[in-house]
């Protein structure tokens, strides 16, 4: 499972986690998100995204 960060506002989503409360559940990858999701702090969109290396 992997971690992604917003460039913008350095939210981030950890795929282990998931956001059940947006309908996301755990173990969800970054892939599988739907395209049009966007950031829950800031409303930045997936392509805002990157990947943070372990």
Known sequence: M???MCLICGWVY???AGLP???IPPGTRWEDVP???V???CGARK???ELMEI
Do not use: I, L, M
């Open 21 to 23: 409360e947006e309908g």
């Open 2 to 4: 992997r971690t992604w």
């Open 39 to 41: 950031c829950p702090e």
């Open 14 to 16: 950890d795929e282990a």
């Open 47 to 49: 392509e805002d995204f």
């Open 35 to 37: 395209p049009n999701w």
